[in-house]
């Protein structure tokens, strides 16, 4: 009855995938018999009358709420959601409402924000406005629009600030930090790219362009030997924008070193992410009619 699935955590003790769906909820696999269970949200106002196995963002989307970024620091025990309508978020143990940590900077509200990735060493909080201009509902404009409003953005939870760290992104999506904390990558959807800003070293606070890709570039995610999977849709037909939903192993350095393919299983919707766990691969996609999470044997 939900559709939507943009991305994956996993609790410190194994448990989930957790998954963030369509109608604004946050929910847990508990194995083959319970399935998926609902275990979060992040809209005070939402309603399971109003809002259970929605679609309908344009109406719904500030009063249901969209998870679309997930992220557990198990070193801290934090479980982070970055939430279209509603801001960067932390679910607690049990669940249920989400604790809102920030819904803007700088007295601006977050218009759309998309992905979230934490620093293993410090722990501080990466997390990205896909737009400043368009909303969820509107990210067919965005992109053929080209927007280029997008933000990196830092919470640091000891002073619990937000700081900007870059602006004009074309789409801000997917965000990971390296396993060292030297880097932090931001994917730009719309401008087909990563881009590498450095956090730590002889480059401080330096951007460069970490790796191009001939298609659409949804989020990162960090393995636990420090390579990095993004889901790319890359482009095969420019004027009906037919994609191949792929994934991309990239190591730190920027190089290749696995293409994977799901069109067999996805056709030509685009998938948001593909995240390694224990020897699978997670793949989600945030399309309507994606009502099943996609789950591959690495070998
Ligand atoms: C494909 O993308 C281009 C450029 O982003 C846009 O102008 C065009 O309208 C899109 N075509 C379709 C069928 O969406
Ligand atoms: C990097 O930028 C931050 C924020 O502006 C600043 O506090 C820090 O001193 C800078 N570090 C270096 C090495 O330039
Ligand atoms: C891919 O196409 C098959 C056959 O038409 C269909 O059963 C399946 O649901 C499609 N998958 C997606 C993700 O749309």
Redesign the pocket.
């Known amino acids: 009855g939900v559709a939507g699935p943009s991305s994956f955590a996993f609790d410190s003790l194994g448990g989930g995938p957790y998954v963030s769906v369509q109608d604004g909820r946050i929910l847990k696999y508990e194995g083959a018999t319970a399935c998926f269970v609902e275990f979060a949200f992040d809209a005070p106002t939402r309603s399971s009358a109003v809002c259970d196995g929605q679609s309908n963002y344009d109406d719904l989307g500030s009063t249901c709420g969209r998870p679309l970024g997930l992220d557990f620091n198990p070193l801290t025990q934090q479980f982070y959601v970055a939430d279209a309508y509603v801001g960067l978020m932390v679910v607690g143990p049990k669940g249920g409402l989400a604790t809102k940590l920030a819904s803007g900077v700088n007295g601006v509200p977050f218009r759309f924000l998309y992905g979230v990735g934490h620093d293993p060493l410090t722990g501080d909080v990466y997390f990205t406005e896909f737009s400043n201009v368009y909303q969820l509902r509107d990210i067919t404009l965005a992109v053929n629009n080209g927007d280029a409003t997008g933000s990196l953005l830092k919470y640091d939870p000891l002073t619990k600030q937000v700081s900007v760290l870059l602006t004009g992104l074309s789409g801000a999506s997917g965000v990971a930090v390296s396993g060292d904390g030297t880097f932090v990558l931001v994917g730009e959807l719309i401008g087909n790219r990563i881009k590498r800003l450095w956090i730590k070293g002889p480059k401080c606070n330096t951007t460069e362009t970490f790796i191009e890709f001939p298609g659409r570039v949804n989020r990162i995610r960090r393995t636990i030997l420090g390579d990095f999977w993004v889901a790319v849709n890359v482009v095969i037909n420019p004027v009906t924008n037919v994609t191949l939903p792929t994934g991309k192993g990239i190591s730190p350095f920027g190089t290749v070193l696995e293409t994977v393919t799901v069109d067999k299983?996805?056709?030509n919707?685009r998938i948001s992410e593909v995240q390694e766990h224990l020897g699978k691969y997670y793949v989600g996609?945030r399309?309507v009619?994606?009502n099943f999470v996609g789950v591959y044997d690495t070998i």
């Open positions: 299983e996805y056709n919707t996609s399309h009619n994606v």
